[in-house]
């Protein structure tokens, strides 16, 4: 069971540079996520894709783009990296029906802008 | 401010004792709550959905407050292996946001 899968794992970029994060889950789930995570600042939502087609901003989106490619795929790209977006990104999907649906996570992709 | 609010800590607790956080959420049309539990470096998971009517599982309690806006968890008689940062989330549809954590260390 592959679950949620994140690729790459590792990175670093050099400030200006374009990079995309692939994110693929095999559970059939409807929804999507794209978390980034820093020291102290617990899980901040980037942007989420409720259905194949969808896609809404989070509380961190600028700087950010999506592509929710098809059901089973959630990308996210850095058009020109900076610094500030040196973080760990977990991407997790979530499936629809009753209330209390949790979260899948990846095992998150460790970027590092330098 | 954000969302959802959690005491960051550390909580510095001894085997065997007992352990509650909570966590407030600031959205009342938030419907879907969780505690996730994350190890250092690691993805977060899943610890409990939090229901209305409050639930157990093991040495586990959440409650959700809807009339206070909170959730809490209880962990009754910690174990060294409960040492880890425990995230709440709550979220309206398909938007869930997560507090920035909770951690904890049982000692020895």
């Known amino acids: 069971n592959a679950g949620v899968t994140q690729t790459p794992k590792f990175q670093v970029l050099k400030t200006g540079q374009s990079m995309t994060l692939q994110c693929a889950q095999d559970?059939?789930?409807?929804?999507m996520y794209w978390y980034r995570q820093d020291p102290g600042m617990g899980l901040r939502l980037i942007y989420y894709s409720a259905s194949e087609g969808t896609t809404d901003k989070g509380e961190v989106p600028n700087g950010y783009n999506v592509s929710r490619l098809n059901k089973r795929e959630f990308s996210l790209r850095l058009e020109s990296a900076a610094p500030s977006q040196t973080s760990v990104y977990f991407c997790a999907s979530r499936g629809q029906g009753a209330l209390g649906q949790p979260q899948h996570f990846g095992d998150g992709t460790r970027l590092s802008i330098l | 401010r954000k969302e959802v609010e959690q005491d960051p800590g550390p909580f510095n607790v001894p085997e065997g004792a007992t352990v509650a956080f909570n966590c407030t959420y600031s959205n009342s049309a938030s419907q879907s709550f969780f505690w996730y539990r994350q190890d250092c470096r690691k993805e977060p998971k899943l610890l409990m959905s939090?229901?209305?009517s409050g639930n157990e599982d093991g040495r586990f309690t959440a409650q959700l407050n809807r009339a206070s806006q909170y959730i809490s968890l209880l962990i009754r008689d910690s174990k060294l292996s409960d040492s880890a940062t425990y995230l709440c989330a709550a979220g309206r549809d398909d938007k869930i946001i997560f507090g920035k954590g909770t951690r904890l260390h049982i000692l020895p």
């Open positions: 559970m059939n789930h409807n929804s």
């Open positions: 939090v229901y209305s």
